[in-house]
């Protein structure tokens, strides 16, 4: 099962699949392409580290979504790599029936809260701000619905008394680092990752 990713950020996600797949607990699953929509992302410098191609595609013209030109420029590059499966691991940007209508079926997302409760940005903020006893992380198919597709799986995350936005997050984040390589393990039909 060829996996492309794409992140806007650190790429601590595509990092914990990488090192999954060089582990062997990847099933059956490969990673054959990482791109970003931001030029110096941490992400892009896991290609080199990993021998897997990583690119910057130019996300111009709009600021928060992927249409038009930059639309086509990534459903080009990630065509190019024939995707099974097409993982969103941070990528901050919202996708469009363009993008959507060509990898149909195909694309999962990572969301760090139990959907479908704070959808959208800052979700480990929003479950702070509401006073929740729980969060966690959710990976979910993509949809047009923005965090609106099918569940696949989650996990719980507590939140303790005097708990910081930084300390959240780390804790959801490494709930994700298990959860998403687990979750890519089983959809390439060879079980869950040990
Ligand atoms: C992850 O926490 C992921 O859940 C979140 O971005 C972070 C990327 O971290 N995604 C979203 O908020 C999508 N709406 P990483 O670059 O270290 O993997």
């Keep these: 099962m060829r996996v ?5 950020g650190r790429g601590s996600n595509a990092e914990a ?3 999954a797949q060089a582990a062997g607990r990847l099933g059956r699953a490969r990673v054959v392409g ?4 931001v030029a110096d992302a941490g992400i892009l410098a896991l290609g ?7 690119t910057f595609v130019d996300p111009a013209p709009f600021r928060t979504k992927l249409e038009g030109d930059g639309e086509a420029r ?3 590059a990630v065509s190019a790599v024939h995707p099974d499966m097409v993982v969103l691991a941070g990528f901050m940007r919202v996708l469009k029936p363009g993008f959507l209508g060509a990898f149909e079926g195909r694309i999962i997302n990572l969301h760090p809260s139990l959907l ?5 940005l800052d979700a480990v903020g929003q479950a702070l701000r509401a006073g929740a006893k729980v969060t966690g992380c959710t990976v979910h198919r993509v949809t047009a619905v923005i965090d609106g597709g099918a569940i696949i799986a989650q996990t719980e995350v507590p939140i ?5 936005h930084d300390s959240l997050a780390q804790k959801v984040h490494a709930a994700e680092h298990a959860l998403l390589p687990s ?3 089983r959809l390439s039909g060879a079980g869950a990752a040990a």
Excluded: K
Excluded at 34 to 37: G, H, L, V, W
């Design 160 to 164: 303790g008394e005097g708990e910081t």
């Design 74 to 76: 990534f459903v080009a």
């Design 17 to 19: 699949i990488l090192s």
């Design 183 to 185: 979750v890519i393990a």
């Design 34 to 37: 990482i791109f970003s929509d």
């Design 4 to 8: 492309a990713i794409l992140g806007s």
């Design 116 to 120: 479908p409760r704070f959808p959208g």
């Design 48 to 54: 080199p580290r990993f021998g897997v191609p990583a």
